[in-house]
């Protein structure tokens, strides 16, 4: 499903396809985030200038996609951006309300996304919201059935808040797909309906066969945050 933007509210919805038997849905909710969620001030703490020039590389890359090639021999595109992390540093908050197999769980995601491009990001964990970029909140979406994360934000989102529908963290192994899934969507990437081959974990329907971030996973990330990345430490080097 795509990833719905607007300047201050945006969302995206995984569907889930967990061992237990459920049907291959497709949901948007729309609201507004006013009082809704915690509230990060993250963004409000950042160098304007490295904003605008996050928001300029963002623009300017004429390419946000992976290109593969299927089966038949047709170009196919995965994992496409609809806007990127304000910052290289991305610190985490878990609502504590979570319970603690959950946070680790949480974790785990978050490095998965680590190693799929060291060097990418600085994942931190920080005590509050207003602290964060990234929020997993322990409020359920019993009105999709998967996950969902809500930005804020156009082209460089202010903050991030994944919520999850409690019901499909039925296993370890439901729970880390989906929460890969939705920290991918606050990395920046939309969902993707091309699962010919099981590419990538941003599938819209997932617990098919893709169980964990995948190579094509990791190629896009790379593609689109490390120049980025390099051209700030070389600039930092000078």
């Known amino acids: 499903m795509k990833l719905y933007k607007k300047f201050l509210t945006a969302l995206a919805v995984a569907v889930m396809a ?3 038997a459920l049907p291959a849905l497709s949901n948007s909710v729309y ?9 990060s001030k993250f963004y409000d703490t950042l160098d304007k200038d490295a904003i ?34 304000p910052s290289q540093d991305v610190p985490y ?29 600085n994942f931190y964990q920080v005590d509050t919201p207003k602290d964060a970029y990234m929020m997993y909140d322990f409020d359920d979406q019993t009105n999709t059935p998967g996950g969902v994360t809500w930005h804020e ?4 989102f202010t903050s991030a808040v994944i ?25 920046g990437f939309t969902d993707t309906d091309i699962n010919w081959n099981d590419n990538s974990v941003q599938q819209t ?3 098919k066969n893709v169980k964990n971030i995948t190579d094509y ?13 390099l051209d700030n430490a070389m600039t930092a080097s000078k």
Request: proline share 6%.
């Open 18 to 20: 967990v061992p237990v």
């Open 31 to 39: 609201a507004s985030t006013d009082n809704l969620f915690p509230q």
């Open 52 to 85: 605008n020039k996050r928001a300029d590389y963002f623009k300017g890359r004429p390419l946000v996609q992976v290109p593969q090639t299927d089966k038949n021999g047709q170009m196919h595109y995965v994992n496409r951006f609809s806007g990127i992390t």
């Open 93 to 121: 908050w878990i609502d504590s309300r979570i319970p603690a197999k959950q946070q680790g769980i949480i974790k785990q995601a978050i490095s998965d996304w680590n190693d799929a491009a060291p060097g990418v990001f």
């Open 153 to 156: 934000g156009n082209d460089v």
């Open 163 to 187: 919520q999850v529908n409690h019901k499909q963290l039925t296993t370890s192994t439901a729970s880390l797909e989906l929460y890969e899934h939705e920290t991918g969507h606050a990395l």
């Open 205 to 207: 329907v997932m617990g």
């Open 217 to 229: 996973d990791s190629l896009s990330l790379i593609r689109m945050y490390a120049p980025l990345a």
